[in-house]
């Protein structure tokens, strides 16, 4: 699961608390650039795992 938030360390934090295997990035999802980039990063944790 990916937990995208405005706040960055909150989704962190709330990933972590779910445990192995979950991602929070900081985004704001009405900025089409910034989703390209958590689109990127998510990617790049899927091929890395």
């Not at 192995?20 to 944790?45: F, K, P, R, Y």
């Amino acid at each position: 699961m990916v937990i995208i938030d405005l706040n960055g360390e909150a989704s962190k934090t709330a990933a972590a608390a779910l445990g192995e295997g979950h991602l929070g990035l900081a985004a704001n999802i009405a900025d089409e650039v910034q989703v390209q980039a958590a689109i990127e990063q998510i990617l790049a944790e899927i091929r890395s795992g």
